[in-house]
């Protein structure tokens, strides 16, 4: 996996952490989450100081993370590094554990199948503040203050979205995203483009209706997304229903598992 291949989002925090190249044989070391009542997913959770304890590695000026692929980012390990433009107060504030197994447990989605690690990173990386995921990747960032439980939820919901298309839509599935553009009003290729600006990018417009049509009611909040121009998902006639589909179960179980 290419570094910046990772799919990225506008940050609710800031993020890093560093994994020793040395431990790029080790087992993934994590804590299971059970995201759904009958999930047999395999999501693994890294807390902050896991991360840092056995994935991070000094190297006498700076932390590096080196993921299980081995792919490896430098991190900046002070608030007060010129990178960071504000530094809050002080500290870097990584997520808590225990609400990203409580986003995970709360998403109103079949995780049957999805195999994900999530990362809790305790410092940002240097050449990509945001969090971000890949296929089967989540990196959360930490802020520069304690976030709160609804953005640490948002965020996490929004993050697995990026997880679910990338699994489930892939961008070679040209008739899957022409269906999805077409009834998202999205289908304008020049507006909504993968380098248009954030709100507008077709990824995040799915990842932001993933979370509010799936995630739990910290991570919904109050329904709106980031684009506040196009139709809340919730408003889109065959939506909900689209994205269920991807997930290939059964969609008479779905609607038991969601009364």
Not at 229 to 252: N, R, T, Y
Request: proline content about 7%; hydrophobic content about 45%; glycine content about 8%.
């Amino acid at each position: 996996m290419d570094a910046h291949m990772l799919t990225r989002r506008a940050t609710l925090g800031l993020a890093g952490s560093a994994l020793a190249l040395g431990l790029m044989v080790r087992a993934a070391r994590g804590e299971p989450a059970s995201a759904t009542p009958t999930s047999a997913s395999k999501i693994r959770i890294h807390d902050a100081d896991e991360t840092l304890r056995d994935y991070c590695e000094w190297d006498g000026t700076c932390w590096w993370l080196t993921l299980p692929s081995g792919t490896r980012f430098e991190l900046i390990g002070s608030t007060h590094d010129p990178a960071i433009l504000n530094p809050g107060d002080g500290e870097f504030h990584p997520f808590d554990a225990a609400e990203v197994r409580a986003a995970l447990a709360a998403v109103r989605y079949p995780l049957e199948g999805v195999a994900c690690e999530i990362f809790l990173l305790p410092y940002p990386r240097r050449f990509g503040l945001d969090s971000a995921a890949d296929r089967e990747l989540i990196l959360l960032s930490p802020g520069v203050r304690s976030l709160s439980p609804e953005r640490q939820h948002a965020e996490v919901v929004h993050e697995l979205g990026h997880v679910m298309h990338l699994a489930r839509l892939p961008d070679h599935d040209l008739a899957g995203w022409a269906n999805y553009r077409g009834m998202r009003g999205i289908a304008d290729a020049q507006t909504y483009a993968p380098d248009a600006p954030h709100a507008n990018r077709p990824h995040e417009i799915f990842a932001e209706d993933f979370r509010v049509l799936f995630g739990g009611a910290l991570a919904v909040r109050d329904g709106a997304i980031e684009n506040a121009a196009i139709a809340p998902p919730a408003a889109v006639v065959g939506l909900e229903g689209f994205l269920l589909g991807l997930s290939g179960v059964v969609f008479d179980r779905l609607a038991a598992a969601r009364t």
